[in-house]
């Protein structure tokens, strides 16, 4: 079945610092491919996507690009604050098919910033 | 504005007891989706629906029940046959077809 695999966490940082969290997939055919925000006591907020290879999805500093040849959608950020202390979860889900769009999250990787 | 509102944010189940968790959108989403968020587990899926009066299993659906009466609504019942409910329960809807989903700021359920 479908699976998304992320870096062991927590991932620790001063702030500054440059930010990557790995993410790779396996699934049969071609996903689209998520990465969720999460602040403490919160539910899920969206952060960016991408739903074909070489697409580059970005928001708010945050990149990662779609590798099909890699499975691979890594996340990175040139300089992470305190405000980006979060847990980031990355995830695929299909457009077609008898999925109707199920997201399937990778554990989630627990990120803390300090000053 | 648009969201999911998700209640109550804090639920206590005593042994035996059966208890609902409530989820309302008004999005004008199809799809509407339940996850359960375990510590280090990420989010597993309960039970989806993609339109009104149908509903399908998820991941780990045994012991929770739904119904899909309404297109806003979307409600989780924990059975007392779940017999490890403790965990972050999370809605959430979209419009299917690979595009995002849109999440509640969840419930969280404890064992009394």
């Known amino acids: 079945g479908d699976s998304v695999t992320q870096m062991e966490g927590p991932v620790t940082l001063s702030e500054e610092a440059f930010l990557t969290i790995n993410c790779t997939y396996t699934?049969?055919?071609?996903?689209?491919l998520f990465w969720y925000v999460q602040y403490p006591g919160e539910g899920l907020q969206l952060l960016l996507k991408?739903?074909?290879?070489?697409d580059k999805g970005s928001n708010k500093g945050f990149e990662a690009t779609y590798r099909k040849e890699t499975t691979s959608f890594h996340l990175e950020k040139g300089s992470v604050q305190v405000s980006d202390s979060a847990v980031y979860f990355c995830a695929l889900s299909f457009t077609g098919g008898t999925s109707y769009g199920k997201l399937t999250f990778g554990q989630g990787t627990i990120l803390t910033v300090h000053p | 504005d648009g969201g999911i509102t998700q209640s109550p944010k804090y639920l206590f189940r005593k042994e035996g007891q059966n208890v609902t968790l409530s989820c309302e959108q008004n999005l004008n989403h199809d799809a509407m989706y339940w996850y359960r968020q375990d510590p280090g587990q990420g989010l597993r899926l309960i039970y989806y629906?993609?339109?009104?009066?149908?509903?399908q299993k998820g991941d780990i659906a045994e012991g929770y029940s739904v119904s899909r009466e309404k297109k806003e609504s979307f409600p989780l019942t924990v059975t007392s046959a779940q017999k490890n409910p403790t965990a972050f329960y999370l809605c959430a809807s979209g419009e299917g077809g690979g595009r995002p989903q849109h999440f509640g700021d969840g419930t969280r359920l404890s064992i009394l």
């Open positions: 699934a049969t055919g071609y996903p689209s």
């Open positions: 991408a739903t074909k290879a070489d």
């Open positions: 629906s993609q339109i009104v009066n149908d509903f």
